[in-house]
C-alpha cells in the first residue's frame, strides 16, 4: 500500500489545512462564545466606536454588535469541521476586514508592532479560502470527484 496523495506524493502535506482549519476555527468560536454571553454589553460597545458612530446609523451598528458573536460561533464551527470552509473562511474574512476598519486605531497605532494578531488570522483565513478544507474535510467526503481516494489515503494498485 502506498499511503500518498495524488496531487503532492505526500499525506503529510494535507494536515496543514486541517491544523489552520482548527486554530482558526477554535479563534472564532471561542471569541464569539465570549462575547455571546454579554451581547448586549458587547452591542454597546461596538455601538460606542468612533468610526461607526460617525459612518453609519447607530441601529445598523447595534444590530451589527448583535450579528457579529452568532456569526462568528455559526462560521467558525463550520471551519473546524471543514464543512463549507470556503464560504464559512470568506465570511469570516469580512468579518475580520470589518472589525480592523471600524476600529482604525489598530491600523494607526501598532506600527511598533507589525504583526498584530488581527492581520495574522485575516491571512490564515484568507489562506483557507484559498485552498479549501484539505482532504482531512467533511467538504472532501462529499466531493464526488475525489471521493475514491478513501478519506485521505490513496491506495494505489502496484
Not at 454589553?41 to 447607530?58: L, R, S
Request: glycine share 6%; charged share 15%; hydrophobic share 50%.
Amino acid at each position: 500500500m502506498d499511503y500518498t496523495d495524488r496531487k503532492n506524493n505526500n499525506i503529510f502535506n494535507q494536515f496543514a489545512p486541517a491544523l489552520l482549519r482548527l486554530s482558526i476555527g477554535l479563534f472564532f468560536l471561542l471569541i464569539g462564545l465570549d462575547q455571546i454571553g454579554s451581547l448586549g454589553i458587547f452591542a454597546a460597545t461596538v455601538a460606542n466606536v468612533d468610526f461607526a458612530k460617525n459612518y453609519m446609523p447607530e441601529w445598523l451598528v447595534k444590530f451589527y454588535g448583535y450579528l457579529l458573536p452568532p456569526i462568528e460561533i455559526l462560521f467558525g464551527t463550520l471551519t473546524i469541521v471543514g464543512l463549507l470552509t470556503r464560504v464559512s473562511s470568506f465570511v469570516l474574512c469580512l468579518a475580520m476586514i470589518s472589525i480592523l476598519i471600524a476600529d482604525p486605531h489598530t491600523i494607526t497605532s501598532n506600527f511598533a508592532y507589525p504583526f498584530n494578531k488581527d492581520y495574522i488570522v485575516l491571512a490564515a483565513t484568507m489562506s483557507l479560502v484559498f485552498t479549501g478544507g484539505g482532504i482531512i474535510s467533511i467538504d472532501y467526503l462529499f466531493d464526488r470527484k475525489k471521493r475514491k481516494y478513501y478519506w485521505f489515503f490513496y491506495f494505489s494498485e502496484k
